[in-house]
């Protein structure tokens, strides 16, 4: 079935450091890519989204290129804030009715 | 705009109770899930619907069942609570395709 893996965490960086988070994914057919966010005490949000292969999704300096070819959807930011400090899900929703989530990577970033 | 509603936000049970977890959306659409939220282990699946009167299984639906009257509602039974399903809970609501809208979850806990 379908399937989402992310690198383990925590990733603990230093502000205006560079960030990747890794996801690849196994689906069958062309799954919709979705990065979310969730800040502490609250609930998952939809951070960037892609929805077919080369595609590029972006938000609030974030960006994830859609890679059929590695079936990739990694997640990357120039240069991270302290209030990028969150658990960041990738996930996709494929030809089935599920949503399918990855484990989670928590960041941390000092001052 | 509410979105996705949940109630309660925290909640402790006895070995043995059973309660309902409420969930409710507003924005017509016709998928719904729930999901629990464990440390390192992401979210997983416990019970969805594709549509009133429709609803299947997750990854982890001992414990639990759900019903789908309306499209509006999703609410989330535990029938007899035990300490493993101490958890954070979130109900999600999305149309096919696209992302995840969640809620803003319940923190539950069995002693």
């Known amino acids: 079935g379908d399937s989402v893996t992310q690198m383990e965490g925590p990733v603990t960086l230093s502000e205006e450091a560079f960030l990747t988070i890794n996801c690849t994914y196994t689906?069958?057919?062309?799954?919709?890519l979705f990065w979310y966010v969730q800040y502490p005490g609250e609930g998952l949000q939809l951070l960037l989204k892609a929805t077919k292969a080369d595609d590029k999704g972006s938000n609030k300096g974030f960006e994830a290129t859609y890679r059929k070819e590695t079936t990739s959807f990694h997640l990357e930011k120039g240069s991270v804030q302290v209030s990028d400090s969150a658990v960041y899900f990738c996930a996709l929703s494929g030809e089935g009715f599920k949503t399918i989530f990855g484990a989670g990577t928590r960041l941390f970033v000092k001052a | 705009n509410a979105g996705v509603t949940q109630t309660p936000k925290f909640q402790v049970l006895k070995t043995g109770q059973s309660m309902t977890l409420q969930c409710a959306q507003d924005?017509?659409?016709?998928?719904m899930s729930w999901y629990r939220q464990d440390p390192g282990m992401g979210l997983r699946l416990i019970h969805y619907?594709?549509?009133?009167?429709?609803?299947d299984q997750g990854e982890v639906p001992n414990g639990y069942n759900v019903s789908r009257s309306t499209t509006e509602d999703f609410p989330l039974r535990l029938l007899s609570a035990a300490p493993s399903q101490t958890s954070v809970y979130f109900c999600a609501s999305f149309r096919r395709g696209t992302e995840a809208f969640f809620g803003q979850g319940t923190r539950l806990t069995v002693v």
């Open positions: 689906a069958t057919g062309y799954p919709s």
């Open positions: 619907s594709v549509g009133a009167g429709i609803t």
């Open positions: 924005m017509n659409h016709e998928y």
